[in-house]
């Protein structure tokens, strides 16, 4: 497989469950972004991961919670999320070492309905 | 603090007829500029980007697009639009250090016969 992979596509989850986005990118990028995006909204960038290490947190409430176990795979652990939090979520990655390489690679995301 | 202004939020053409979508961005230093486009369910495509040089830019699917700095604008353009062009557009813009960009709220293509 190649590009950036987001599973599952679609997610219904009450507010007191505990459910995890999963995210893997096979193209060798060093950086790894959530987004969330909601309607008529900016995309909303969440965490960053620079070399598997969190180099941004955008004043994400607690209770989505990153994890980036290594340079192709990234988490997003949910735990008793409000029905705002219904958006799609957004996994891209980047090479950011040079600017002619600077651009996202993103994947299809994840339609997230909270009840 | 970047911004990235898209003051369209809907536009509908003729199939075959041109296309420019605006975008203004507010940036201190030379910013890196990017065109993605996100058909319905689907995450985003980079169409193009600029980063220095040549103002004027390629990109896939026949698009182009002008960075002028004195506007600070980079505007999308294709001179014929086909009926699969209808997505959504996002114009987005650099941060520097980081890999970090900021996004518009969108333009929506409606394409008609």
């Known amino acids: 497989e190649t590009g950036v992979t987001q599973t599952p596509r679609h997610l219904v989850m009450g507010m007191t469950n505990k459910k995890s986005l999963k995210c893997e990118q096979h193209?060798?990028?060093?950086?790894m972004y959530w987004y969330k995006q909601s309607a008529k909204k900016p995309l909303e960038l969440m965490f960053v991961?620079?070399?598997?290490?969190?180099?941004e947190n955008n004043s994400v409430p607690s209770r989505f919670s990153p994890e980036c176990p290594n340079s192709s795979h990234l988490f997003l652990h949910l735990h008793t999320l409000q029905p705002e939090d219904s958006a799609l979520y957004l996994c891209?990655?980047?090479?950011?070492?040079?600017?002619?390489?600077?651009?996202?690679?993103f994947g299809s995301g994840t339609r997230l309905t909270v009840v | 603090a970047q911004s990235v202004t898209q003051p369209d939020i809907h536009i509908t053409v003729s199939e075959g007829a041109s296309l420019e979508l605006r975008c203004n961005y507010s940036?201190?230093?030379?910013?890196?500029l990017f065109w993605y486009v996100q058909s319905p369910g689907q995450g985003l495509q980079l169409l193009l980007k600029?980063?220095?040089?040549?103002?004027l830019v390629q990109g896939i699917k026949g698009f182009e697009a002008e960075f002028k700095r004195s506007q600070s604008s980079f505007n999308l353009r294709k001179p014929s639009v086909h009926w699969s062009d209808a997505a959504e557009y996002f114009c987005?813009?650099?941060?520097?250090?980081?890999?970090?960009?900021?996004f518009g709220t969108g333009t929506s293509l409606t394409v008609i016969p």
């Open positions: 600029y980063f220095s040089g040549d103002t």
């Open positions: 940036y201190g230093a030379t910013p890196y």
């Open positions: 987005a813009v650099g941060a520097g250090a980081g890999n970090q960009f900021y």
């Open positions: 891209a990655s980047s090479q950011g070492d040079f600017p002619e390489n600077y651009g996202y690679t």
């Open positions: 991961y620079n070399f598997k290490e969190q180099t």
């Open positions: 193209l060798g990028h060093n950086a």
